[in-house]
Nanobody, 120 residues
Framework: QVQLVESGGGLVQAGGSLRLSCAAS????????MAWYRQAPGKRREFVAT???????MYADSVKGRFTISRDNAKNTVYLQMNSLKPEDTAVYYC??????????????WGQGTQVTVSS
């Protein structure tokens, strides 16, 4: 089995910064894409950013220029640096990873989520 554990959420004022972390552990052979999604109250879960094992990145238009995704492949960890936060960034942030397990199967895993609240 594979587990993803997020950390780093919290309460911050508008214009502030937070850094989220997500560590993957378990029966991991390798990890392809690692990504962040978020879900605000009453809304559908939406894509935020993704980073391939090659290092290529993609961002949602709403966070471009403010958020930066990075990863430490040796630690199976992905980060999300969030700057210039806005109240509309308030959501539960979820980590996602496409994992090749030690059994050589590919599966999509989610973390439990971490709350980010931005006050105006």
């Amino acid at each position: 089995q594979v587990q993803l554990v997020e950390s780093g959420g919290g309460l911050v004022q508008a214009g502030g910064s937070l850094r989220l972390s997500c560590a993957a552990s378990g029966s991991i052979f390798s990890i392809n894409d690692m990504a962040w999604y978020r879900q605000a109250p009453g809304k559908r879960r939406e894509f935020v950013a993704t980073m391939a094992s090659s290092g290529s990145t993609m961002y949602a238009d709403s966070v471009k220029g403010r958020f930066t995704i990075s990863r430490d492949n040796a630690k199976n960890t992905v980060y999300l640096q969030m700057n210039s936060l806005k109240p509309e960034d308030t959501a539960v942030y979820y980590c996602n990873a496409i994992v090749i397990t030690t059994a050589r199967s590919m599966a999509n895993y989610w973390g439990q989520g971490t709350q980010v609240t931005v006050s105006s």
